[in-house]
């Protein structure tokens, strides 16, 4: 029988997340029931929503239970069927989290075809990550072409899609990221036609107004704080604003103030923001991710992955995905 | 000859604008050139965003200049004409603010038919703040019947017309105002579901949460700061976020720090705020000027008006009215 680990918390963390935060617990050998199969994870995903469920706090998904294993996007393959929709060898998604195994009856999985994509795209770009820069920009921002984009964290999973999907567009892409070597990415790999480094800049507002000179049209925000602060001086009148995640204030320990001025910002160029959580697109991911599919093939889309190797550490991916040390869609892969 | 004088700004206000920023300044006398009418001023409105134009520094319209007319909504009536559209007698309305005459040859003014309202109604209810109820509420907000609405500033000139408009919509209307008179204002003359007064009131958001058990649907803003961030803290899922006006903010020397929390508040509730100036409505005023004047006849909407006379107390009337003492829509009769 094979072993049947998973990663659970071990303490809610306080602040930046660390290995303590988590343990290696041993689940029950995992046994197919009737009309049950048995699947093995072959890849997981870490993103940055997940420090939100590990806080304790309900937000707008449930927290993760101290020693219950982490749920979470993942890919894998059946070994073992009683099930004859899912037989030996089918590959699935599904949202079991940071396990060896999982044992399903179809109804939590789906079906994935490794001859359109890798399976691992299912957890980037043709999943999650991929629509939420696919709806953020496109339904949020509603985008026309020769319209300026501005991308914060612009080089993270979703940061890197919706640049590209700007230049599809007929837009001006413009980001930010946190090294040199990501603002190269940005640059030369992803098509942005401007990008700098916020950590070795000083003033961003500065910045944005050298890169944006007819100002930001729209702006899909990741990271929130002080960078949103200097985009949002920079709003063009009638600007549209995606709120997708604030990660610089994930891992706080007390409440971050800001300038007030930001929100006036609103008011006086007559700007719009907006905040949405990419699963109430759900019904029309089948045509987007049809469509994401057939921008891949004809090349107008690329992405990159990172992956660490081995379920034991997954807690070091997420934590190093929330350092925006990955490069590229931070992935484990499991087997 | 009638004397013609006008108030000016003696000072660029900083902080809360005080009686010696202004001064009454004497213009040539009005004479009507050819197609030319002279305008004798009746009534003068004092609305909040006419603070912004007083600081120097370009907003959304263009500051106010030293030494020159205020300018702002004023409805009179023609006391000389050399052009036959605009006949002695004419009730008009237009933009020549804080002064005794204004010269026309018909282009900067509308007409008014005083058989339809009582013309001070067109710098109120029937007029901009009448508009930015209506847009901000229905375009922006959109509001659902038995939807929640909240209003800052709920007794302004605005609020007081947002929570009538609310209650013909089929919502729940709640509001905060700053004296128990005021509060008693809203729920008896202007049908408000429930309001509080926030000047004796502690803990802004534990208030609304009783007054709102199911949260905030639509936020129609005058105020900001402290007020706004308990409203944020109440808001519904898919909340709707109307920014017309930032009261509490006008008139800081110094910038004003607040919670970022605030912000984050649209992505854990995928929530919308929009800020918008009711001109960009202008194309749609007539058609909404009608249906409010319907909805005043059949008693369904009700308005107070609060009025100073004499040109020379036009700063009181302003200074009043940004410190909220001023009960229903702030004038000042001319003449």
Redesign the interface.
């Known amino acids: 029988m094979p072993t049947n680990r998973a990663i659970a918390l071990a303490a809610h963390p306080v602040g930046f997340p660390k290995d303590s935060d988590f343990k290696v617990i041993n689940l029950s050998d995992p046994k197919a029931g009737p009309n049950q199969f048995v699947i093995r994870t072959k890849f997981l995903t870490v993103d940055p929503y997940m420090r939100g469920r590990m806080t304790g706090v309900k ?2 998904v449930d927290p993760f239970e101290i020693g219950k294993p982490i749920a979470g996007g993942a890919v894998g393959e059946v070994t073992e069927s009683n099930n004859p929709d899912f037989p030996k060898g089918q590959a699935v998604l599904g949202m079991w989290g940071w396990q060896d195994h999982h044992v399903s009856d179809g109804r939590d999985v789906q079906k994935l075809d490794p001859r359109l994509a890798p399976i691992s795209t299912a957890l980037g770009i043709l999943g999650m990550p991929g629509m939420t820069a696919y709806f953020g920009l496109l339904d949020i921002c509603k985008p026309k072409a020769g319209e300026t984009v501005y991308v914060s964290g612009a080089a993270g999973a979703v940061g890197a899609i919706v640049g590209q999907i700007a230049k599809i567009k007929g837009c001006r892409a413009v980001g930010s990221a946190g090294t040199d070597e990501k603002v190269d990415y940005l640059l030369k790999e992803c098509g942005y036609d401007a990008a700098f480094n916020y950590k070795t800049e000083k003033n961003f507002a500065a910045k944005i107004r050298e890169l944006c000179p007819k100002g930001v049209d729209c702006y899909f925000d990741n990271v ?2 002080e960078m ?1 602060d200097a985009v949002f001086a920079n709003l063009a009148p009638f600007a549209r604003v995606s ?4 990660i610089s ?1 994930y891992n706080l320990e007390k ?23 990419v699963s ?1 697109f759900m019904p029309q991911w089948p045509a987007a991710i049809k469509e994401m599919g057939q921008w891949l093939k004809e090349g107008k889309l690329k992405y990159r992955e990172d992956i660490l190797e081995g379920l034991e550490n997954t807690p070091k991916a997420f934590i190093r995905m929330l350092k925006g040390e990955n490069k590229g869609k931070q992935l484990v892969k499991v087997s």
Chains 1, 2 share one sequence.
């Open positions: 937000s707008y929130g704080g949103t709120l997708c995640g604030i204030q409440p971050d103030l800001g300038p007030r001025s930001t929100y006036a910002t609103l008011l006086i160029r007559q700007a719009r923001a907006e905040g949405f959580i109430r």
